[in-house]
């Protein structure tokens, strides 16, 4: 079952939290570009003169989809590129709608960063909205094979019955950032997209790279030393999100749901007990920011600690972010798979 196929038991989520989210998302567009809006009451050909991409500051002007492409995204560009990003942080990035001002960003933009593998589904449409002739299009996970059928993701029953083949990741699970190794790889393919369009920065992006993946390296190393105690730990997750982690740490993921859900439904909750029962689960795994009363009680029926697991695609828009980040997914693990 793909995404799409969960929008629709989504829909019922309360309106508190979409409206929660719009404003939320207004505060992180207008926190995020001051400039946005001051040329939206001017005719098209005026709006064109006027954000003409280097016209600011002679910087190329990046855009980047969402927080873990950003944070790539900006450690690479530094102070030599304007660096954007379309989905403020704390929005579901699998069911994002664009909007008019993310259509603008792509239309002024020199070069647009996407994470890939069938993600951003949004963004199709909105290029072809921006008509930017000149934009350069870098898809972070080039060369990267993606992961399919992994960690097996429980069905429900009324899934089963209403099972559509469209209905899996088409281009196979997307979520590949949240290993360090394909970490490394998505900078070095932004590194070279980046020198591509704009070849006067090669030197800065070559440099602001190569530290950035030798942070990498280091976390890749903390991970595999600190992992290696309790190999084949099985965890829960509510959000098919870590099989790129758990397969290159020789961990088990076991998702309940593919994209985390405001209200699990009865079936989720007997499909978790089903799978604690089935793969010896050390592990309960919710997103921060998720308060769940059922998966609370759920743990406790279980005998079962509930933690977060932090996917990334909320949190800080500095590229330290992402460290400080999967330590703390590290320290979780840890503790849980003990």
């Known amino acids: 079952m793909n995404y799409r196929g969960l929008r629709i038991g989504r829909q019922r989520s309360s309106i508190l939290s979409i409206i929660a989210l719009l404003m939320l998302s207004m505060a992180s567009c207008s926190q995020s570009n001051p400039n946005q809006g001051t040329t939206s009451e001017q005719s098209p050909q005026a709006q064109e003169a006027a954000s003409t991409p280097t016209a600011q500051s002679g910087k190329t002007k990046v855009v980047a989809t969402f ?22 942080p704390g929005t579901e990035v699998h069911e994002y709608q664009a909007t008019p ?7 002024t933009a020199n070069v647009l960063v996407k994470n890939g593998l069938g993600l ?6 909105t290029i072809k909205n921006a008509e930017n002739k000149k934009l350069t299009e870098i898809d972070a996970s080039k060369g990267i094979k993606p992961l399919n059928e992994i960690s097996p993701v429980v ?6 019955k209403d099972h559509d083949h469209n209905h899996s990741h088409a281009q196979g699970n997307p979520h590949v950032w949240l290993d360090p190794v394909l970490a490394k790889q998505q900078v070095t393919n932004i590194r070279d997209g980046l020198i591509a369009a704009d070849p006067k920065n090669k030197a800065t992006y070559e440099a602001n790279a190569a530290a950035y993946i030798k942070e990498l390296e280091i976390l890749n190393s903390e991970f595999q030393q600190t992992l290696q105690k309790n190999p084949s730990c099985t965890f829960i997750t509510f959000h098919d999100a870590f ?11 076991v998702a309940v749901v593919q994209i985390p859900e405001d209200q699990l439904s009865p079936t989720d909750v007997q499909s978790a007990v089903n799978a604690v ?3 010896k689960v050390k592990a309960l795994f919710s997103e921060p920011g998720v308060d769940n009363k059922l998966l609370t009680s759920l743990s406790q029926d279980l005998n079962l600690t509930l933690q977060t697991l932090d996917s990334l695609e909320t949190g800080e828009t500095d590229p330290q972010h992402y460290f400080k980040a999967m330590k703390a997914n590290l320290q979780t693990l840890e503790t849980a798979c003990k």
């Open 67 to 88: 927080l873990p492409i950003y944070l790539f995204t900006k450690a690479v560009a530094g102070n030599v590129a304007d660096v954007e990003i379309l989905v403020p």
């Open 101 to 107: 001002q993310n259509v603008k960003a792509i239309a």
């Open 120 to 125: 951003e589904e949004f963004l199709e449409n």
């Open 155 to 160: 069905k429900t029953a009324k899934e089963e």
């Open 243 to 253: 099989p790129y982690l758990a397969n290159r740490y020789k961990l088990k993921q």
């Open 277 to 279: 029962k089935k793969y």
